[in-house]
């Protein structure tokens, strides 16, 4: 099996939505990254730090989907990152009301041995100097890496965000960062900018309006899968690049078609994972679901276009 | 060939965007429907009202796309109906800055006998009292019966227009109406509800986020094309509605996978019609343009999914 290597946050997480609440719930980007990636035939390492207050019962969750730990760094007398969120009614924005970044201000990954080989590497969220620690350990340059920003680094840490993006493949940001990083308002037009900068593939991530890949003059199109409920959208676009990757690794290699096909698994499993609140929904998903969603997804996006 | 019969607005429309601006141009919800319908192989008939102000040059602009006009109404004495707004700079929200209704104040529809027994019938954005009367005066019930309308009369005419949606098949409106029609936010949960209100097929129309139609417990989706800029949204709902009435018109049926094809070639059509002011770009488009940017709409929206 190809491996696939995920770098991110483990967390604690407070979420008020307009249905539920919770005072201390698994969270942070890896845990979704993984939990979403594990449903695809690849080994999963993820390299994190946590506290010492991190449960037992949340590695073993992870480890029971065959997700190797070696590269989570356990910082006893620390505390592992909290955030807090409150969502509105439309359930589209939320406020912060918590960042405890505790063990994560002094994270300094490490990658195992038996991940530094990974055909896939993705780059989760995190200040760029991380993300380029990482790629600098890998023994050699994995066929694809994937990487995740947003807003701060984009703001405040720039200079370092473009080197990264010089040795990146894919590059998976929201709207808002896309027209941040590029200047453009237009979506068309800032693509053209940021694949001047390094990577091959971009995904622009729309949330429920669903997400587009750009790669030279090709656009390709992923729509959200229209829900009744969204219960808690918290981990959604971790869950649907950790399915993009976990695709991507599975088929060895990466390909405007084979990009395609990852964006639709992604939010497929994306919008498992909006169906209830926190990482509760993707602890307990099984295969035959998922494929029973890809057939609504086949509804969803095929037709017959004739020409006149 | 099949007819397709429909009714709306004939207008002068003053637009002002952060691009251009024009202070007396073509406008009207039938115009570009019947602009964009014409690029089928159909007859095309409107119903609507014009006021002597009305210049001769805009008749034989429709007439020269085979638009019968023999259901447009002109009201010597009378002025034709005027629209005049203001584009935000995102282009996606805009501020009515004048409405004179003029001739349309009492517009009493006149079905002409020839398109009595047409195929396909649209109900442009109007009073729902005006669209029965145009459904009561055809020969026998059309095969399809599309219809378009607006927030004013969910919250000023709910009654008639109740009365209008047991007879139709296609109900095309936009995410707010849905909203306000049925009462719920989430679309899905909306869309229940407002099938169940009459009309088999319901289109949902979420601007630049593309559309969503709904039959039965079935859902597609259509992207919007992702343009470069957006030089003017006046009239992209209702050419996209003449685009998918005209496809449905020379299709000669209905069913959920000719509204898939359908929605995609309205969407096709709308992209044009932004690309510049009023119905500016629609009045030159060719067939052949419209058949290459269908192949892109295939790249934007084909993919094999594979299962696991």
Redesign the interface.
Known sequence: MSKLLAVGTLAYDAIETPFDRTEKTLGGSVSYIALAAS???VDIGIVSVIGGDFEEKHLELLRSKNIDLSGVEKIQEGKTFFWSGRYH??MNSRDTLVTELNTLADFDPKVPENFKDAEVLLLGNLHPSIQLSVLDQMHKRPNVVILDTMNYWIEHTPDELELVLKRIDVLAINDEEARQLSGE?????AAKKILEKGPSYLIIK?GE??A?LFHQD????A?AL?????YDPTGAGDTFAGGLAGYLT?SRHVSF?KL??AL?HGANLASFCVEKIGTERMETLE?KE??ER?E?????????????
Chains 1, 2 share one sequence.
């Open positions: 449903h695809f035939n009614n439309d308002y237009s979506l068309v037009k729309k309006h669903g587009l090709q656009v390709f199109f729509p229209p829900l009744e409920d969204v599975e078609d395609k096909s639709i295969r998922i494929a890809l609504i997804f086949k509804t969803l996006t095929q037709c017959v276009i004739e020409l006149d």
